[in-house]
């Protein structure tokens, strides 16, 4: 069997930025929570609970004389304000890229300009970049772009982990629906890399492990892209998904086996993986 990993896969620069600044802050002794969970990992989070880095799920969960560690995501801006007036100390582990998404729509919407951000309406960071600007609306299908309605200006954002084909495709239906049409490319490079390597890996091999957490965007996006050119594509969260009897034995009959991961995704699970495969 032939293992072979895509060129770009796992943890991002967000991810390793919010992960140093977690773990500097608690090296100095503060104890800390984070708002919601840091990442989209569940290994990451069960190590951080370990350390005593609880979670709180919201403003009213905060406990009193812990930091709060904002997540990659961020959040929204009304809470922001909630914990500006509470005096809540925060570390702000944003991913800048997130961030950067955030401060166009808000530029935006203090010209008064409406957003179009496409995107998972319900995913953090889009929970979050909505508040920036007062007229935002979401869309998440081709469909949904195609029943917009004409207008002579359209500014359209992108969920940093977006399928970079599937925004082109939104933004070429666009192009029939305003007279001047602004494209913010808000796709991190990170996202794009981990895509390209995935689209050009998985028709190479008999079958594709997309390794990631199952509420990640990112590796949401991945597993998708490894499926519309390679039937046996499986996504999968810990190695310990690939132990089971039934899995084991598909996997025996590949000759070669291609492997991603999300951004979100640590390398030592990957190694694990590389690992176990080996021993099949
Ligand atoms: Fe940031 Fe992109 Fe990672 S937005 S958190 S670098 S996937």
């Known amino acids: ?4 990993v895509a060129e770009q896969a796992g943890f991002c620069f967000g991810v390793k930025r919010a992960l140093k600044l977690i773990d500097e802050y608690h090296r100095r002794g503060k104890k800390i929570q984070t708002y919601g969970p840091l990442i989209h990992n569940l ?4 190590d951080l609970a370990a350390k005593g880095i609880t979670q709180a799920g919201s403003p009213a969960e905060i406990e009193k004389g812990r930091t709060l560690c904002i997540r990659t995501h961020g959040v929204p801006r009304d809470v ?9 100390p925060c570390l702000d582990a944003t991913c800048p890229l997130v961030k950067k998404g955030q401060k166009i729509i808000e530029r935006l919407g203090r010209g008064g ?14 929970v979050a970049a909505r508040s920036y600007a007062r007229r935002v609306t979401i869309i998440n299908s081709l469909a949904e772009a195609r029943a917009l309605p004409r207008s002579r200006e359209i500014h359209v954002v992108a969920q940093t982990t977006l399928d970079t084909s599937f925004f082109k495709e939104v933004v070429a ?10 494209v913010h490319n808000t796709i991190c490079l990170a996202t794009q890399e981990r895509q390209e390597a995935v689209r050009r890996l998985a028709p190479k091999v008999d079958a594709i492990i997309v390794v990631g957490s199952r509420i990640s ?24 998904d690939l132990r089971r009897p039934r899995v084991a034995a598909r996997l025996r ?8 991961a999300g951004a979100s995704t640590s390398p030592q699970e990957l190694d694990n993986v590389k690992k176990y495969l080996h021993k099949l």
């Open 1 to 4: 069997m032939k293992i072979s």
């Open 43 to 46: 290994p990451v989070l069960r």
């Open 80 to 88: 922001e304000r909630r914990l500006k007036r509470r005096g809540v």
């Open 113 to 126: 300009a409406p957003v179009l951000l496409v995107g998972d309406k319900d995913h953090p960071e889009i």
């Open 173 to 182: 239906v666009l192009l029939d629906k305003a007279e001047r049409l602004h």
């Open 217 to 240: 965007s990112n590796t949401k996006k991945l597993y998708q892209i490894a499926r519309a050119s390679n039937r046996n594509a499986l996504r999968i969260e810990t190695c310990d």
């Open 253 to 260: 009959t590949f000759r070669s086996i291609g492997l991603s």
